[in-house]
């Protein structure tokens, strides 16, 4: 994704090994490991897919058909907790960052079932904490019954650990996603519910002053690390979509072109600056070996050299839901033969591939060299990728808008 953000293509050859590389580590219970042979987990289950998703291909030997759909859903529901959520691997423990890898795993894949989903709303929204970021997980709570049985005692339900930007933007986008899942299977009865509030202003906060250059920390108190640009940056575009914040999108003319930083008058800047984001991003959080950092004088690597490049892109460009964009894919949508739950299927598909890049309200730091491509809010991939690999799994062809 690192080379996607830069416009950077991996010729054939290397494209080709990466491919082979990547399936050497598909576990044959579903999933993938870290490496060839290793026990699968959600964690590199999602990094696999997603790189696929980019140097992949259909066909014999490209990859997406080699992946095992069905072992990979019996794999998530043999992780599936009553309380709705999910340990990141057999024998380990529960990780909402872990949850946030499953659902878009499953979004691309399209293995999303009411199965898979049940529960999983109610506990993201519980993992919210007094301060309104999302911490890693939330402690169950059951009652005995007579039968024996158990019975999840919804209101008993305290998160674990502090608010954390990386959890926080994995809780976020989970919720996120599983939207199109409330609104079709939801009870009616206190459906669990985000303070969507409490967060931005939590969010808000985390992002330094002009002294730490406008950086963006991950907890309380801690000082501003590069990653954090995109765990914390990337929130904004999630919350607009819910109609919380400003300086996004919307369904309208183009404007203009790419503007420089002298050009921002338009833009609404009241909730973070990203202005100083990409100013922290290009002077801070540069290494000037190559590649980026959490901040000087630490070495670069290719953790931080990725999340920094994305939420360079999420300071850069205004990525947001569009109606019309979604009216489109609606018109276009085959409903096919054999599932169950092709309502789910369309609904989630429509929501995650109506995110589009406002034309003209992209504003770049230090002019068009700086100019990193948009990044999709949700699964921190290319809008392109995301469209060709979704558009594969669901059988369905896009065309585009004239």
């Known amino acids: 994704q690192g080379f996607s953000v830069l416009g950077v293509a991996l010729d054939p050859d290397n494209r080709q090994k990466a491919i082979d590389t990547i399936m050497t580590w598909q576990h044959s219970d579903g999933g993938f490991g870290g490496g060839p042979g290793q026990q699968a987990h959600l964690l590199p289950t999602y990094a696999a897919v997603c790189a696929l998703a980019i140097v992949g291909r259909p066909g014999p030997g490209g990859g997406w058909d080699q992946v095992d759909r069905e072992k990979m859903y019996e794999f998530f529901m043999s ?3 009553p309380d709705g959520s999910f ?4 024998d380990a423990e529960v990780d909402v960052r872990g949850i946030y ?5 499953a979004h691309l894949l ?7 989903l049940e529960g999983t709303p109610a506990f993201v929204a519980s993992c919210q904490t007094y301060e309104g970021g999302f911490s890693c997980a939330s402690q169950p709570y059951f009652s005995a019954e007579a039968d024996e049985s158990t019975i999840l005692l919804d209101g008993i339900r305290p998160p674990l ?28 009865e206190q459906p669990p519910s985000v303070n969507y509030r409490k967060l931005m202003r939590w969010l808000v906060l985390l992002q330094g002053n002009e002294i730490e250059l406008g950086g963006f920390r991950g907890r309380t108190n801690k000082l501003v690390d590069g990653c954090y640009s995109w765990w914390v940056g990337g929130c904004f575009a999630l919350l607009a979509s819910q109609g919380i914040g400003g300086g996004y999108g919307r369904d309208v003319e183009p404007v203009g072109e790419t503007q420089d930083e002298g050009e921002w008058d338009d833009v609404d800047e009241s909730v973070w600056n990203k202005l100083w984001l990409q100013g922290y991003i290009l002077s801070a959080g540069q290494h000037p070996s190559g590649g980026l950092r959490d901040k000087p004088p630490k070495p670069a690597d290719s953790y931080h050299t990725l999340y920094c490049l994305v939420g360079l892109s999420a300071a850069q460009h205004n990525v947001y839901l569009s109606r019309a964009r979604r009216a489109h894919l609606l018109a276009q949508w085959q409903s096919l033969p054999g599932y169950t739950n092709d309502e789910l299927r369309k609904t ?6 109506s995110w589009t890049e ?13 100019r990193v491509n948009a990044t999709h809010p949700i699964f921190t991939l290319t809008m392109t990728h995301t469209e060709a690999f979704m558009s594969h799994f669901y059988k369905q062809t896009i065309l585009r808008s004239k």
């Open 79 to 81: 992780l599936k907790q």
């Open 358 to 370: 406002e034309e003209g309200g992209s504003h770049v730091l230090g002019g068009s060299a700086n």
């Open 110 to 116: 399209d293995i999303l079932t009411p199965d898979l």
């Open 87 to 90: 340990l990141v691997s057999h």
């Open 161 to 188: 650990g502090e608010a954390h930007g990386g959890y926080t933007f994995c809780a976020l986008a989970s919720w996120i996603m599983l939207q199109p899942y409330l609104k079709l299977h939801g009870q009616a």
């Open 348 to 353: 989630s598909f429509l929501e995650v591939l």
């Open 101 to 105: 890898c499953l659902l878009v795993v």
